[in-house]
């Protein structure tokens, strides 16, 4: 099983809703992403934060609104989506120190339908 | 040109063969290398990691780097219908260099019984 958990596994919501993807790790990872994966496609970054810190943002609409509010933590905001939002939202999350590389550690994901 | 190519499959072995994956990449500052597998309306799971060049051995699994030529694989020995699944390898240059996961686009698998 993994050691990155996801909340909820599924959510539907409206265009005009306000929801949150939920996320919490126990490995003592200091970085953690949240990635995008659409059918048959690799998972796509989103964003990475490193000690709680934003450190990359790739260039996501701001209808997505990430937050880390503690080193196991993470949080995806979402407000106005469109129906091409609609997929897998992974988080994951890995050590930052160069003798580790950079192993990503997935979590299940949260399976989101934008209606 | 993509920084990883990755035939997309899909592949379709008996059970028992040996699958042999692969992945080609461009970008010689590549450090570290991994494979993932996932299975349908799951997340990646980290399969098989390899610092640098040479080989690594876990159970039914072999990942081979060569940085000279740019090449990894994944050889699964005797395969099951459990096997199947979408394997994407993944590489980066490490945390301290940007730390950035760079995909292939994935393999389906598919072992029949």
């Known amino acids: 099983d993994t050691e990155v958990t996801q909340t909820p596994k599924h959510l539907v919501m409206g265009m005009t809703n306000k929801k949150s993807l939920k996320c919490e790790q126990h490995m003592g990872h200091r970085a953690m992403y949240w990635y995008k994966q659409k059918a048959k496609k690799p998972p796509e970054l989103m964003f990475v934060?490193?000690?709680?810190?934003?450190?990359i943002n790739e260039s996501v609409p701001s209808r997505f609104s990430p937050e880390c509010p503690n080193s196991s933590l993470l949080n995806l905001h979402l407000h106005a989506l469109q129906p091409e939002d609609s997929a897998l939202y992974l988080c994951?999350?890995?050590?930052?120190?160069?003798?580790?590389?950079?192993?990503?550690?997935f979590g299940e994901g949260s399976w989101l339908t934008v209606v | 040109q993509k920084e990883v190519e990755q035939d997309p499959g899909p592949l379709s072995v008996p059970e028992g063969a040996i699958v042999s994956l692969n992945c080609t990449y461009s970008n010689s500052a590549f450090q570290y290398f991994m494979w993932y597998r996932q299975y349908s309306r799951k997340g990646p799971e980290l399969l098989m990691y390899t610092y640098s060049s040479g080989n690594k051995e876990d159970g039914r699994f072999t990942a081979q780097v060569d940085k000279s030529s740019k090449y990894i694989s994944l050889f699964i020995r005797d395969s099951q219908p459990s096997d199947s699944a979408t394997y994407l390898c993944a590489m980066s240059g490490g945390y301290n260099q940007g730390g950035k996961l760079i995909f292939g686009q994935g393999t389906e698998l598919s072992v029949k019984p």
């Open positions: 994951a999350s890995s050590h930052t120190g160069a003798i580790s590389g950079n192993t990503i550690y």
């Open positions: 934060y490193s000690y709680e810190k934003l450190s």
